[in-house]
Every structure is written in C-alpha cells, then in structure tokens.
C-alpha cells in the first residue's frame, strides 16, 4: 500500500510538473490533481492532496507561487 502511494505522488507530481511547464494555468493543474482524486474519502483531503503535491511540482519547474484562489480574470470574462 505504501508504494502504491508513493508510486500515485511520484505520477501527480510528474503530470503537474508537465503541466506547469508547458505553462498551464494554476488553477487548470489544481482543477486536473483534484479531479484526478475526485473519490477520496474526503474532498478536503483532496484539495489538500492537489495543493501539496501543486507546490511539489512547482518547486521543480521554478516558478513562482501566486496565490491560489485568485480568480479576477476568470470572474471578468465570466460575466462577458
């Protein structure tokens, strides 16, 4: 059980990885890691999984933390 673990946080970090170095959008990478894990036992856990292993990945690609729950443009071009 604990590789199985190990081996599914080596793989998320790699896709987010990927990801964010072909320059997705944060909240897309988060959006795909809480999807991807969408029938935990708790969807907090889920969120925090996606956000733990969002920050692993971008430690690796060398970019920089913005906030999460920034969503200005997204809500601009929501009411277009």
């Given at each position: 059980?604990?590789?199985?673990?190990?081996?599914?946080?080596?793989?998320d970090i790699a896709?987010?990885?990927?990801?964010?170095?072909?320059?997705?959008?944060?909240?897309?990478?988060?959006?795909?890691?809480?999807?991807?894990?969408?029938?935990?036992?708790?969807?907090?856990?889920?969120?925090?999984?996606?956000?733990?292993?969002?920050?692993?990945?971008?430690?690796?690609?060398?970019?920089?933390?913005?906030?999460?729950?920034?969503?200005?443009?997204?809500?601009?071009?929501?009411?277009?």
């Amino acid at each position: 059980m604990l590789n199985r673990a190990r081996n599914r946080r080596r793989f998320d970090i790699a896709s987010a990885r990927q990801w964010l170095a072909e320059g997705a959008p944060l909240v897309d990478v988060l959006t795909m890691l809480e999807v991807r894990h969408r029938f935990e036992p708790s969807s907090a856990d889920g969120r925090a999984y996606a956000v733990e292993i969002l920050r692993a990945a971008q430690q690796l690609v060398h970019i920089p933390k913005p906030t999460l729950n920034s969503h200005r443009k997204e809500a601009h071009h929501a009411l277009a």
